[in-house]
Protein backbone atom coordinates (compact mmCIF):
# COMPACT_ATOMS: atom_id res chain seq x y z
CA UNK A 1 0.00 0.00 0.00
CA UNK A 2 2.69 2.34 0.89
CA UNK A 3 4.48 1.53 -2.43
CA UNK A 4 1.50 2.40 -4.19
CA UNK A 5 1.43 6.01 -2.78
CA UNK A 6 4.90 6.24 -3.19
CA UNK A 7 4.91 5.65 -6.69
CA UNK A 8 1.84 7.21 -7.34
CA UNK A 9 3.66 10.39 -5.95
CA UNK A 10 6.61 9.75 -8.15
CA UNK A 11 4.26 9.59 -10.96
CA UNK A 12 2.59 12.99 -9.88
CA UNK A 13 6.11 14.93 -9.44
CA UNK A 14 7.23 13.52 -12.84
CA UNK A 15 3.96 14.77 -14.71
CA UNK A 16 4.34 17.58 -13.33
CA UNK A 17 8.30 18.04 -13.93
CA UNK A 18 7.69 16.97 -17.78
CA UNK A 19 4.48 19.48 -18.10
CA UNK A 20 6.50 22.40 -16.79
CA UNK A 21 9.46 21.77 -19.47
CA UNK A 22 7.60 22.01 -22.10
CA UNK A 23 6.18 25.28 -23.88
CA UNK A 24 4.40 26.27 -26.52
CA UNK A 25 4.94 29.35 -28.49
CA UNK A 26 2.64 30.27 -31.29
CA UNK A 27 3.22 32.17 -34.42
CA UNK A 28 2.92 35.52 -34.01
CA UNK A 29 4.89 35.34 -30.69
CA UNK A 30 8.87 34.94 -29.96
CA UNK A 31 9.89 33.70 -26.67
CA UNK A 32 13.19 34.88 -24.80
CA UNK A 33 14.63 31.79 -22.07
CA UNK A 34 16.12 32.87 -18.71
CA UNK A 35 18.01 30.58 -16.80
CA UNK A 36 18.38 31.35 -12.73
CA UNK A 37 17.19 35.12 -13.85
CA UNK A 38 19.32 35.95 -16.43
CA UNK A 39 19.22 35.90 -20.41
CA UNK A 40 19.85 32.79 -22.26
CA UNK A 41 18.78 32.94 -25.17
CA UNK A 42 14.99 33.93 -27.63
CA UNK A 43 13.47 30.97 -29.16
CA UNK A 44 11.30 31.37 -31.87
CA UNK A 45 7.88 29.64 -32.48
CA UNK A 46 6.88 26.06 -32.04
CA UNK A 47 7.14 23.41 -29.15
CA UNK A 48 10.33 24.01 -26.82
CA UNK A 49 11.69 22.03 -24.11
CA UNK A 50 13.16 23.90 -20.67
CA UNK A 51 13.96 22.84 -17.41
CA UNK A 52 11.63 23.26 -14.62
CA UNK A 53 12.24 25.73 -11.46
CA UNK A 54 15.54 26.79 -13.59
CA UNK A 55 14.59 28.03 -17.00
CA UNK A 56 11.77 30.62 -17.99
CA UNK A 57 10.07 31.63 -21.16
CA UNK A 58 8.73 34.88 -21.16
CA UNK A 59 6.79 35.69 -24.16
CA UNK A 60 6.59 38.77 -26.48
CA UNK A 61 3.59 39.42 -28.83
CA UNK A 62 5.00 40.40 -32.21
CA UNK A 63 1.88 41.44 -33.83
CA UNK A 64 1.63 45.56 -34.62
CA UNK A 65 -0.19 47.31 -31.49
CA UNK A 66 -2.32 50.04 -31.20
CA UNK A 67 -1.14 52.76 -28.60
CA UNK A 68 -4.01 55.74 -27.84
CA UNK A 69 -2.79 58.72 -26.80
CA UNK A 70 -5.20 60.89 -24.50
CA UNK A 71 -6.44 64.11 -25.33
CA UNK A 72 -3.83 66.85 -23.90
CA UNK A 73 -4.42 71.01 -23.53
CA UNK A 74 -1.64 72.16 -26.15
CA UNK A 75 -0.68 76.16 -26.63
CA UNK A 76 0.02 77.23 -30.21
CA UNK A 77 2.24 79.86 -31.27
CA UNK A 78 -0.87 82.27 -31.14
CA UNK A 79 -1.76 81.31 -28.01
CA UNK A 80 -5.03 79.63 -28.42
CA UNK A 81 -5.67 76.36 -26.35
CA UNK A 82 -6.76 73.19 -28.45
CA UNK A 83 -7.09 69.67 -27.65
CA UNK A 84 -5.27 67.66 -29.02
CA UNK A 85 -4.99 63.32 -29.15
CA UNK A 86 -3.30 60.80 -31.26
CA UNK A 87 -2.76 57.19 -32.04
CA UNK A 88 0.85 55.21 -32.05
CA UNK A 89 1.21 51.76 -34.15
CA UNK A 90 3.74 50.58 -33.12
CA UNK A 91 5.63 46.73 -34.22
CA UNK A 92 8.25 44.94 -31.90
CA UNK A 93 11.59 44.60 -33.60
CA UNK A 94 13.54 42.67 -30.58
CA UNK A 95 12.02 41.01 -28.10
CA UNK A 96 14.90 40.73 -25.60
CA UNK A 97 15.76 44.96 -26.02
CA UNK A 98 11.34 45.11 -25.24
CA UNK A 99 11.88 43.54 -22.10
CA UNK A 100 14.81 44.39 -20.48
CA UNK A 101 15.29 48.28 -21.65
CA UNK A 102 12.15 49.44 -20.48
CA UNK A 103 9.96 49.07 -17.79
CA UNK A 104 6.37 50.44 -18.82
CA UNK A 105 6.21 50.19 -22.71
CA UNK A 106 2.54 51.43 -22.91
CA UNK A 107 3.49 54.02 -20.77
CA UNK A 108 6.55 55.58 -21.87
CA UNK A 109 5.38 55.55 -25.93
CA UNK A 110 2.85 57.07 -24.36
CA UNK A 111 4.29 60.01 -22.14
CA UNK A 112 6.41 60.44 -25.05
CA UNK A 113 4.39 61.25 -27.77
CA UNK A 114 2.44 63.40 -25.57
CA UNK A 115 5.43 65.65 -24.64
CA UNK A 116 6.64 65.64 -28.24
CA UNK A 117 3.48 66.34 -29.45
CA UNK A 118 2.95 69.77 -27.63
CA UNK A 119 6.27 70.32 -29.09
CA UNK A 120 5.22 69.87 -32.43
CA UNK A 121 1.78 72.03 -31.95
CA UNK A 122 3.69 74.61 -30.00
CA UNK A 123 5.52 75.77 -32.72
CA UNK A 124 2.37 75.99 -35.06
CA UNK A 125 -0.34 78.68 -35.67
CA UNK A 126 -3.63 77.24 -35.30
CA UNK A 127 -4.52 77.28 -39.02
CA UNK A 128 -0.85 75.97 -39.86
CA UNK A 129 -2.08 73.15 -37.22
CA UNK A 130 -5.07 72.63 -39.05
CA UNK A 131 -4.10 71.85 -42.19
CA UNK A 132 -0.73 70.55 -41.39
CA UNK A 133 -1.53 67.16 -39.91
CA UNK A 134 0.62 65.04 -42.35
CA UNK A 135 3.47 66.96 -41.90
CA UNK A 136 3.19 66.62 -38.13
CA UNK A 137 2.42 62.91 -38.36
CA UNK A 138 5.10 62.62 -39.87
CA UNK A 139 7.60 64.79 -37.93
CA UNK A 140 6.09 62.41 -34.90
CA UNK A 141 6.27 58.92 -35.77
CA UNK A 142 10.29 59.84 -36.88
CA UNK A 143 10.47 61.67 -33.48
CA UNK A 144 9.11 58.28 -31.15
CA UNK A 145 10.52 56.06 -34.05
CA UNK A 146 14.25 56.94 -32.86
CA UNK A 147 13.37 56.72 -29.61
CA UNK A 148 11.99 53.85 -29.40
CA UNK A 149 14.89 52.25 -31.51
CA UNK A 150 16.55 51.32 -28.24
CA UNK A 151 13.32 49.20 -26.98
CA UNK A 152 13.35 46.82 -29.85
CA UNK A 153 10.45 49.06 -31.05
CA UNK A 154 9.47 50.43 -34.59
CA UNK A 155 7.43 52.92 -34.76
CA UNK A 156 4.85 52.59 -37.94
CA UNK A 157 2.81 55.11 -38.04
CA UNK A 158 1.42 58.29 -35.96
CA UNK A 159 -2.54 59.61 -36.79
CA UNK A 160 -3.53 62.73 -34.94
CA UNK A 161 -7.29 61.91 -34.17
CA UNK A 162 -8.26 65.30 -33.57
CA UNK A 163 -7.45 69.05 -32.60
CA UNK A 164 -10.14 70.90 -31.18
CA UNK A 165 -10.36 74.94 -30.78
CA UNK A 166 -12.24 76.39 -28.16
CA UNK A 167 -15.54 77.02 -28.71
CA UNK A 168 -15.42 80.63 -29.48
CA UNK A 169 -12.64 80.49 -31.79
CA UNK A 170 -14.44 77.48 -33.56
CA UNK A 171 -17.13 79.61 -33.80
CA UNK A 172 -15.23 82.93 -35.09
CA UNK A 173 -13.51 80.26 -37.54
CA UNK A 174 -17.63 79.01 -38.66
CA UNK A 175 -17.90 82.75 -39.44
CA UNK A 176 -15.13 83.40 -41.62
CA UNK A 177 -16.05 80.25 -43.51
CA UNK A 178 -19.02 81.52 -43.91
CA UNK A 179 -17.57 85.22 -45.03
CA UNK A 180 -15.33 83.54 -47.36
CA UNK A 181 -17.60 81.07 -48.87
CA UNK A 182 -19.54 84.23 -49.59
CA UNK A 183 -16.85 86.13 -50.86
CA UNK A 184 -16.17 83.23 -53.45
CA UNK A 185 -20.11 82.95 -54.51
CA UNK A 186 -19.76 87.01 -55.24
CA UNK A 187 -16.56 86.74 -56.97
CA UNK A 188 -17.64 83.76 -59.25
CA UNK A 189 -20.60 85.43 -59.92
CA UNK A 190 -19.21 88.53 -60.82
CA UNK A 191 -16.72 86.56 -63.16
CA UNK A 192 -19.63 84.36 -64.52
CA UNK A 193 -21.05 88.07 -65.55
CA UNK A 194 -18.05 89.07 -66.76
CA UNK A 195 -17.44 86.45 -68.78
CA UNK A 196 -21.54 86.40 -70.17
CA UNK A 197 -20.93 90.12 -71.12
CA UNK A 198 -17.74 89.39 -72.55
CA UNK A 199 -19.47 86.58 -74.36
CA UNK A 200 -22.42 88.81 -75.58
CA UNK A 201 -20.11 91.56 -76.89
CA UNK A 202 -17.90 89.12 -78.98
CA UNK A 203 -21.49 87.64 -80.32
CA UNK A 204 -22.66 91.35 -80.66
CA UNK A 205 -19.06 92.09 -82.39
CA UNK A 206 -19.63 89.20 -84.26
CA UNK A 207 -23.15 89.92 -85.65
CA UNK A 208 -21.66 93.32 -86.64
CA UNK A 209 -19.05 91.84 -88.79
CA UNK A 210 -21.11 89.07 -90.10
CA UNK A 211 -23.67 91.79 -91.13
CA UNK A 212 -20.92 93.91 -92.55
CA UNK A 213 -19.52 91.41 -94.63
CA UNK A 214 -23.00 90.34 -96.16
CA UNK A 215 -23.76 94.18 -96.87
CA UNK A 216 -20.40 94.28 -98.22
CA UNK A 217 -21.08 91.36 -100.38
CA UNK A 218 -24.29 92.33 -101.50
CA UNK A 219 -22.96 95.64 -102.50
CA UNK A 220 -20.08 94.02 -104.78
CA UNK A 221 -23.12 91.50 -106.19
CA UNK A 222 -25.13 94.19 -106.88
CA UNK A 223 -22.56 96.36 -108.66
CA UNK A 224 -21.27 93.52 -110.46
CA UNK A 225 -24.67 92.81 -111.88
CA UNK A 226 -24.97 96.61 -112.71
CA UNK A 227 -21.36 96.05 -114.45
CA UNK A 228 -22.82 93.23 -116.20
CA UNK A 229 -26.13 94.60 -117.30
CA UNK A 230 -24.17 97.50 -118.23
CA UNK A 231 -21.98 95.47 -120.26
CA UNK A 232 -25.08 93.90 -121.88
CA UNK A 233 -26.16 96.90 -122.68
CA UNK A 234 -23.37 98.37 -124.63
CA UNK A 235 -22.76 95.21 -126.39
CA UNK A 236 -26.79 95.58 -127.43
CA UNK A 237 -26.18 99.40 -128.02
CA UNK A 238 -23.20 98.08 -130.11
CA UNK A 239 -24.79 95.49 -131.94
CA UNK A 240 -27.99 97.11 -132.42
CA UNK A 241 -25.49 100.49 -134.17
CA UNK A 242 -23.95 98.10 -136.33
CA UNK A 243 -26.83 96.51 -137.22
CA UNK A 244 -28.28 99.96 -138.26
CA UNK A 245 -25.33 101.50 -139.77
CA UNK A 246 -25.14 97.79 -141.94
CA UNK A 247 -29.16 98.60 -142.84
CA UNK A 248 -28.10 102.24 -143.58
CA UNK A 249 -25.19 101.37 -145.36
CA UNK A 250 -26.50 98.85 -147.32
CA UNK A 251 -29.40 100.59 -148.23
CA UNK A 252 -27.25 103.88 -149.33
CA UNK A 253 -25.23 101.26 -151.30
CA UNK A 254 -28.61 99.86 -153.08
CA UNK A 255 -30.40 103.56 -153.68
CA UNK A 256 -27.35 104.72 -155.44
CA UNK A 257 -27.13 101.55 -157.71
CA UNK A 258 -30.83 101.89 -158.31
CA UNK A 259 -30.02 105.14 -158.90
CA UNK A 260 -27.32 104.48 -161.55
CA UNK A 261 -28.99 101.66 -162.86
CA UNK A 262 -32.45 104.05 -163.38
CA UNK A 263 -30.08 106.99 -165.10
CA UNK A 264 -31.54 109.56 -164.17
CA UNK A 265 -32.16 112.77 -166.06
CA UNK A 266 -31.04 116.37 -164.93
CA UNK A 267 -34.78 117.16 -164.76
CA UNK A 268 -35.82 114.61 -162.30
CA UNK A 269 -32.67 115.50 -160.20
CA UNK A 270 -33.79 118.95 -160.12
CA UNK A 271 -37.30 118.26 -158.97
CA UNK A 272 -35.82 116.06 -156.21
CA UNK A 273 -33.56 118.68 -155.21
CA UNK A 274 -36.75 120.94 -154.81
CA UNK A 275 -38.86 118.02 -153.03
CA UNK A 276 -35.72 118.16 -150.65
CA UNK A 277 -35.31 122.09 -149.96
CA UNK A 278 -39.15 121.46 -149.36
CA UNK A 279 -38.95 119.00 -146.68
CA UNK A 280 -36.51 120.84 -145.21
CA UNK A 281 -38.08 124.17 -145.06
CA UNK A 282 -41.02 122.44 -143.27
CA UNK A 283 -39.13 121.52 -140.25
CA UNK A 284 -39.67 123.23 -137.27
CA UNK A 285 -35.70 124.23 -137.23
CA UNK A 286 -36.01 128.33 -136.67
CA UNK A 287 -32.80 128.04 -138.91
CA UNK A 288 -32.81 127.00 -142.45
CA UNK A 289 -29.32 127.09 -144.15
CA UNK A 290 -29.64 127.11 -148.51
CA UNK A 291 -27.17 126.55 -150.46
CA UNK A 292 -24.42 129.47 -151.42
CA UNK A 293 -24.73 128.70 -155.35
CA UNK A 294 -28.01 130.10 -155.23
CA UNK A 295 -27.40 131.26 -159.58
CA UNK A 296 -27.06 127.55 -160.50
CA UNK A 297 -30.48 126.69 -158.53
CA UNK A 298 -32.13 129.44 -159.88
CA UNK A 299 -31.00 128.71 -163.70
CA UNK A 300 -32.46 125.24 -162.79
CA UNK A 301 -35.78 126.12 -161.58
CA UNK A 302 -35.88 128.60 -165.00
CA UNK A 303 -35.28 125.80 -167.28
CA UNK A 304 -37.98 123.37 -165.51
CA UNK A 305 -40.60 126.26 -165.74
CA UNK A 306 -39.63 126.98 -169.54
CA UNK A 307 -39.99 122.97 -169.98
CA UNK A 308 -43.34 123.02 -168.60
CA UNK A 309 -43.99 126.07 -170.72
CA UNK A 310 -43.12 124.79 -174.26
CA UNK A 311 -45.37 121.32 -172.97
CA UNK A 312 -48.40 123.38 -172.99
CA UNK A 313 -47.61 125.16 -176.03
CA UNK A 314 -46.66 122.97 -178.46
CA UNK A 315 -49.47 120.44 -180.00
CA UNK A 316 -49.92 117.06 -178.52
CA UNK A 317 -48.29 114.08 -180.34
CA UNK A 318 -44.61 116.18 -180.74
CA UNK A 319 -41.49 115.55 -178.91
CA UNK A 320 -39.99 118.98 -177.82
CA UNK A 321 -36.10 119.25 -178.19
CA UNK A 322 -33.97 118.25 -174.85
CA UNK A 323 -33.12 121.05 -172.98
CA UNK A 324 -30.13 120.79 -170.61
CA UNK A 325 -30.67 122.26 -167.72
CA UNK A 326 -27.73 124.73 -166.02
CA UNK A 327 -25.05 122.39 -164.37
CA UNK A 328 -26.27 122.33 -160.49
CA UNK A 329 -23.36 123.22 -158.22
CA UNK A 330 -23.42 121.23 -154.82
CA UNK A 331 -24.39 121.95 -151.54
CA UNK A 332 -21.62 124.26 -149.44
CA UNK A 333 -22.12 123.85 -145.79
Known amino acids: MIAAVVLAVLAFVLFVFVASSVRIVR ?18 PGLRLIVPFID ?16 QEV ?53 EALTSRDSINASLRE ?28 NSMHEQMKAERTRRALVTQADGERQAAITRA ?28 VRELAEAEKFRQETTAAGAAEA ?7 IHQGDPTPDLLAIKYLESLALVANGRATKIFLPADMSA ?37
Open 297 to 333: VLGSIGGIAELFQQAEDEPAGTQPPPVEPPPIAPPQG
Open 252 to 258: TRLTYEA
Open 27 to 44: PYQRGVVERLGRFRATVD
Open 56 to 71: RIRLVDMREQVVDVPP
Open 75 to 127: ITADNVVVSVDAVVYHEPTDPQRLIYNVADFMLAVTKLAQTNLRNLIGDLQLD
Open 202 to 229: EGDRQSAILRAEAVKQQQILEAEGQAGA
Open 143 to 170: ILDDATDSWGVRVKRVEIQRIDPPMDVM
